[in-house]
């Protein structure tokens, strides 16, 4: 299997280059099609390539012909190099063959014989509730483990399937569109206010975190980078280390991506609107390093907050539940939904007495502070800052201070105040 992704890999790569040369003016870069022509004779011309799964090779240039048009849709943009070690998998095409339906589950006919048009589909063989067997070209029956989703469904019928492995684990997935959840239809709505303490605040007073690493989990990874460090260069003890830490550093973003599903599916289920507050991921985690010239401040504390930003998996949760949800949720713009009362909608800095805590300095109002805010978020407000009172009219001393244009940045990068 290591050989078809090395294969793939070339394949794919010879594809990138093809491409990136590429300029206008000059002849169009090759189709799929020439391409395919191609690669039949780079197979007769080079023994070693010719020695390997055709099929593989070939579905490396679909999967790039694929990813090339879809380059402004995909969110991943040009198709780009992959790497031995990183980017290790490849496509198998199903070899059984099953009568093609329409969308209404009619049989699709061939317009001229009349015969029922056939699909390739992929085999799959179920050993028991846990495990099931599927046949990769050149290795015979695989077996594998079902995935939680998996486990009590009947099996897909997939075209194709996808090998990958990656940090010491070898994955088999079968791509298919699940059906959308269907929407409860009670009319509930619901705010989540997505944080560092706590991964999601919901509008009806649930909290939900994120599982991570435990401390002793971590203190394992921090031994396991000692003992690499120290290891000899090249030596099996160094790689045996990297492999151990690269193990845990899984553990942890699969325990992170089982969160987001169950939680996702949870909400797709529970409401028939999901509102989230709108953040920019990517300019919250932008580092604070600065130049040479202009050296940032605090740059510790921001790259560790970065770090717990990334690991709450906001934007997977986000994705998760547009996909079981289409067009049942919502991004609400985030600025002030922690700084506004939700009873009056009074925005106040001083409201947000501690990280946890909120009494409105209007009203009186007194509620957590992230209950708070995802109930501004469940509201569909806190993007447009009230119109400022006078002073003495909200007899509240900072009244007469004009909020800043963006949210208050918090005193101290530890203490986040989203
Ligand atoms: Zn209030």
Not at 75 to 95: A, D, M
Not at 119 to 124: I, K, L, M, P, T
Not at 314 to 325: C, D, I
């Amino acid at each position: 299997m290591l050989t078809h992704c090395a294969h793939a890999r070339y394949v794919w790569n010879l594809a990138v280059e093809q491409h990136a040369h590429w300029r206008p003016g000059r002849r169009s870069a090759p189709s799929f099609a020439e391409q395919c022509r191609q690669l039949t004779e780079a197979r007769r011309e080079h023994g070693w390539l010719g020695a390997g799964n055709a099929d593989v090779q070939q579905q490396a240039l679909k999967d790039f012909a694929r990813a090339k048009s879809a380059r402004f849709t995909s969110g991943f943009g040009e198709p780009t190099w992959r790497r031995k070690h990183v980017h290790e998998g490849f496509r198998v095409i199903g070899t059984g063959r099953v009568p093609e339906c329409h969308a209404d589950g009619s049989p699709k006919l061939n317009a001229r014989t009349g015969r029922p048009v056939m699909g390739r589909s992929v085999v799959v063989r179920r050993l028991s509730r846990r495990w099931a067997q599927v046949r990769v070209p050149g290795c015979g029956w695989v077996r594998f483990r079902l995935s939680a989703r998996g486990k009590g469904a009947e099996l897909p019928g997939a075209k194709t399937f996808r090998v990958t492995f990656r940090s010491g684990r070898w994955h088999v997935t079968f791509a298919v569109v699940p059906d959308p959840v269907p929407a409860p239809g009670t009319g509930g709505v619901v705010g989540i206010d997505r944080g560092v303490t706590v991964t999601a605040a919901l509008s009806d007073g649930r909290m939900l975190n994120c599982s991570q690493l435990t401390v002793r989990e971590r203190a394992q990874i921090r031994k396991h980078q000692r003992r690499a460090a120290r290891a000899r260069k090249g030596s099996p003890g160094k790689a045996a280390a990297y492999a151990k830490v690269a193990g845990l550093r899984a553990r942890e973003a699969m325990r992170r991506k089982d969160w987001c599903e169950k939680t996702s599916t949870m909400l797709a289920r529970t409401y028939d609107l999901v509102r989230f507050e709108k953040l920019n991921i990517k300019t919250m985690t932008r580092s604070a390093k600065g130049t040479v010239e202009q050296p940032g401040q605090n740059v510790a504390q921001k790259s560790g907050l970065n770090r717990s930003i990334l690991a709450q998996g906001w934007g997977l949760l986000r994705q998760r539940t547009g996909h079981k949800a289409p067009g049942r949720v919502e991004d609400v713009p985030a600025p002030y939904t922690s700084l506004r009362c939700s009873a009056c909608g009074w925005i106040d800095k001083n409201s947000r007495k501690s990280q946890a805590e909120f009494v409105c300095s209007s009203c009186g109002f007194t509620c957590n502070a992230d209950t708070n805010a995802s109930n501004n978020v469940a509201a569909g407000q806190g993007g447009i800052p009230r119109p400022r009172r006078t002073a003495g009219a909200g007899g509240a001393t900072t009244a007469t201070r004009r909020p800043n244009a963006r949210e208050p940045q918090p005193a101290r990068v530890g203490i986040p105040l989203f």
